[in-house]
């Protein structure tokens, strides 16, 4: 299940959370590392945004690279 907006906006501290998403980015289930690249891309920041690029450049499963796309974007289009 997907986290809401009212669910996400309330994550002030990331750092933890952060680290734990890259780690499913390494998963070998492609539902898990697609739903850690969404959740990224909701958190933002300059650290989810290096880790996505990194994963993007070895990641091999195209639905799991277009969420990596959308996150990235995601984080590009956010309000500064």
Not at 39 to 46: F, Q, S
Not at 60 to 68: F, W
């Given at each position: 299940a997907e986290l809401s907006d009212e669910q996400t906006e309330g994550l002030t501290d990331h750092t933890e959370t952060i680290g734990v998403l890259a780690g499913y980015?390494?998963?070998?289930?492609?539902?898990?590392?697609?739903h850690a690249a969404w959740a990224?891309?909701?958190?933002?920041?300059?650290?989810?945004?290096?880790?996505?690029?990194y994963q993007r450049d070895k990641e091999r499963s195209a639905s799991v690279l277009g969420e990596i796309e959308e996150a990235l974007a995601a984080i590009r289009d956010a309000p500064r």
């Amino acid at each position: 299940a997907e986290l809401s907006d009212e669910q996400t906006e309330g994550l002030t501290d990331h750092t933890e959370t952060i680290g734990v998403l890259a780690g499913y980015l390494g998963h070998p289930d492609e539902v898990l590392r697609s739903h850690a690249a969404w959740a990224l891309g909701r958190i933002g920041g300059r650290a989810g945004a290096a880790i996505l690029e990194y994963q993007r450049d070895k990641e091999r499963s195209a639905s799991v690279l277009g969420e990596i796309e959308e996150a990235l974007a995601a984080i590009r289009d956010a309000p500064r």
